[in-house]
Nanobody, 124 residues
Framework: QVQLVESGGGLVQAGGSLTLSCKAS????????MGWFRQAPGKEREFVAT????????YYDDSVKGRFTISRDNAKNTVYLQMNKLTPEDTAVYYC?????????????????WGQGTQVTVSS
């Protein structure tokens, strides 16, 4: 099994930046594909970004493209989400997720492992 732990959430002002981290641990045969999702109160969980196992393919939701950057350090078993130019609409609980399929996915039901989430709040 894979355990995922997010960190780095907090309170920032609009226009600010924040970097989230997701540390993976447990018994893994290889580095998994990873994704970031977020869920605001009263809304469905939505896709943010994903990165493949080797880190050479990334995909972003249009709402964050150009502002967020997903990256990974396989030596540290860690995936990052650098968030810039934050707006109040980015306020949500952010979750990292993992799967061991070769393809990248933007739908939550394709991911097998999830972290506990970390709160990001952007004030206006």
């Amino acid at each position: 099994q894979v355990q995922l732990v997010e960190s780095g959430g907090g309170l920032v002002q609009a226009g600010g930046s924040l970097t989230l981290s997701c540390k993976a641990s447990g018994r893994t045969f290889s580095s998994p594909s990873m994704g970031w999702f977020r869920q605001a109160p009263g809304k469905e969980r939505e896709f943010v970004a994903t990165i493949n196992f080797s880190g050479d393919a990334t995909y972003y939701d249009d709402s964050v493209k150009g502002r967020f950057t997903i990256s990974r350090d396989n030596a540290k078993n860690t995936v990052y989400l650098q968030m810039n130019k934050l707006t109040p609409e980015d306020t949500a609980v952010y979750y990292c997720a993992a799967h061991f399929r070769l393809a990248t996915y933007s739908t939550a039901n394709r991911y097998d492992y999830w972290g506990q989430g970390t709160q990001v709040t952007v004030s206006s």
